[in-house]
């Protein structure tokens, strides 16, 4: 059995997060919550549901991410797969299953859950999201050859690939970047279709104009970087 580690980045998910981890299959060896400077029980919550509560002050996705990873290199063994859930309960955690399987039997590097129309919720996504997502994954397709759909933020990936990625980003683009350095070294990777649903709660990103420019800027800014490299 692969030793499999959960990164749950989240902010003020008291509503959500016991949700999202009770629903997190039990074959999986941790979940990590790292919550990310909350104002509410989102702590409290999370490590009353069983989880390894980190916290990182820093408010960003991507310093929520490199918190959980700095966390698992200290651990005294080393994981296999790493899985990226969001806390909001937008996804279902129970397919997690299904994410990490191309990895498990085909030996994939990289998996996207894929939020397809099909699966998709009526306005679970806002039309900001599915314009973003579109132009990004177009563009990703025409500038790199990409395959991708989606910038979906449930995915896993194989520890040592992650690490080779050499993460940076700290807040919006953490998605995007993953994306675009898994083309750049010629990681395997593939999609699967997940449902999607309304989220507990507000949107920190896509809820708020502000963050939607913000996160509109940061991927495309990831984009073209790499697009001149």
Known sequence: MK??????????????????????????????????????KTAI?????????LNENKRGYGYACLCG?????????????IVFIDGDYSDYPDELTKVVEPIIKEDIDFVIG???????????MTPQQIFGN???TFLMKMLFKAKYTDLGPFRAIKYDR?????MEDKTYGWTVEMQLKALRK???YTEVAVRYKKRIGVSKVSGTVKGSIF???KILGWIFKYSIK
């Open 3 to 40: 030793d499999i580690v959960v990164i749950i980045p989240a902010y003020n998910e008291e509503d959500s997060i016991a949700k999202v981890i009770q629903e997190i299959p039990d074959f999986i060896s941790e979940i990590i919550v790292v919550n990310n400077n909350s104002s509410d």
């Open 45 to 53: 919550n999370a490590q009353k549901a069983g989880a390894t509560v």
């Open 69 to 81: 990873m700095d966390y698992i290199a200290k651990r005294s063994k080393t994981p296999d797969i």
């Open 114 to 124: 894929a939020r397809v129309k099909e699966l998709r919720e009526q306005g679970s």
């Open 134 to 136: 579109n132009l990004a």
């Open 162 to 166: 992650l690490l080779a990625l050499e």
């Open 186 to 188: 010629k990681l395997t």
């Open 215 to 217: 996160a509109g800027i």
